[in-house]
């Protein structure tokens, strides 16, 4: 049999394009390693929930608070307004969504992606079989490399994809209590602190009988499980018994190029379509999945590889200046302890706030606002400058 796509990496991303593609009528593969879980706060905005139909069920908690905790320990608290930040736990949500493509007519194939090969006969994905230990075959047409941030796929087929630079993210699920110390199962915890992380930042998120407790960091040297010991500890929770531990590199920049112009297209992290600045994922890993899918389905129809380019100029077009404006604010206020201190005081404009999750919830920079936009980037410039004091008078 020769399949038209076959999908290596079963993540939200490669599973959203599998999906996709099978609901078009598309043979599709979608070939996974069982039992990977990958680390992540699980946080979801209302248009991921609403434009891959995620139902109710696959979400653990309903989260209405943000805080922000600079390195000495000051706090904001922002408020969602007009809804709710959506958490889910990778654990089984991903295996909702490769399930929901299995419905859909992808065939699910369990085992290791080990390399390509072409021939007369087409190309090949040559993978070992969890259960037989053998070597096996597909024969396609078209690879989606889904296979996270350092992607087997990628490295040896697209420019770029051996030296994608990430962080390392580290996290331990854990059985959470309810109120408790300064953890709170209604509020995520953003800790902005170079004690836990030198160049990113520590999260504590709830995930109703669970919380996710972990940090990233792109520096050698960094004790990952010391400072998500700290976390705990610092949030009340260090005697909780903990479930599981998971780390995973974190994509920082999207490549410039997504496909091979022959026979391959990234998608998600092999793709480095994570946020800067927040590390948000799950969301865009989904959009590049659904671009990489609708760029696959016009390469199949007119036979031209070129197409292949629709998967990225379609998700840049909407998320390029998102991720250009995310990636100016990491590159200002995560260099040092001292920005991170001005970053949080600037969280305390309700301005800021309000522009900050109106665009997290929506995906989108919203224009309607140009004073607040205006004010925001005086307030921004006084506060690296040094102009205003880091401390909230």
């Known amino acids: 049999m020769t399949y038209d796509v076959v999908v290596v990496g079963g993540g939200p991303s490669g599973a959203t394009a599998a999906e996709d593609l099978a609901r078009t009528g598309k043979r599709v593969a979608l070939l996974d390693r069982a039992g990977r879980i990958k680390p992540c706060g699980g946080a979801v905005p209302p248009r991921l929930i609403a434009d891959f139909r995620i139902p109710d069920t696959q979400i653990v908690a309903k989260i209405n608070t943000a805080r922000m905790i600079s390195p000495t320990q000051r706090s904001v608290d922002i408020p969602i307004e007009n809804g709710y930040v959506g958490m889910v ?116 998120f709830p995930h109703g009988a669970q919380a996710s407790v972990g940090m990233g960091t792109g520096r050698d040297g960094v004790d990952l499980k010391k400072a998500t010991a700290d976390l705990r500890d610092a949030s009340g929770l260090g005697d909780c018994t903990t479930i599981r531990k998971e780390g995973a590199p974190i994509p920082l920049k999207p490549l410039d190029k997504w496909d091979n112009g022959r026979d391959i297209v990234l998608a998600g992290d092999a793709a480095g379509v994570v946020a800067p600045s ?116």
């Open 89 to 204: 736990d990778r654990e089984h949500f991903d295996e909702f969504l490769r399930g929901r493509a299995i419905k859909a007519g992808a065939t699910r194939l369990t085992g290791t992606f080990l390399r390509i090969e072409r021939d007369e006969d087409g190309t090949h994905v040559i993978y070992r079989d969890k259960q037989s230990r053998n070597e096996e075959r597909l024969t396609t047409r078209l690879i989606i490399g889904a296979d996270g941030a350092r992607s087997d796929v990628a490295r040896g087929e697209v420019p770029g994809g051996d030296t994608i630079p990430y962080v390392i993210a580290y996290h331990e699920i854990i059985e959470a209590p309810g109120k408790t110390g300064s953890y709170d199962p209604k509020r995520c915890d953003v800790i902005y602190d170079g004690a836990i992380s030198p160049d990113f930042y520590g999260w504590v």
């Open 278 to 393: 927040s590390g948000e994922g799950i969301y865009y890993a989904m959009a590049g999945g659904r671009a990489a899918a609708t760029a696959a389905e016009a390469t199949l129809a007119s036979g031209r590889v070129r197409d292949l380019q629709i998967a990225r100029k379609m998700f840049m077009k909407e998320h390029k200046t998102v991720f250009r404006v995310l990636g100016a604010m990491q590159d200002a206020y995560y260099r040092s302890d001292e920005r991170r201190e001005r970053f949080v005081s600037l969280c305390h404009d309700v301005d800021v706030q309000k522009l900050t999750f109106e665009a997290y919830m929506n995906k989108k920079l919203v224009r309607a606002r140009p004073l607040a936009h205006l004010k925001i980037g005086l307030k921004n410039i006084a506060h690296l400058t040094g102009i205003v004091p880091a401390a909230r008078t």
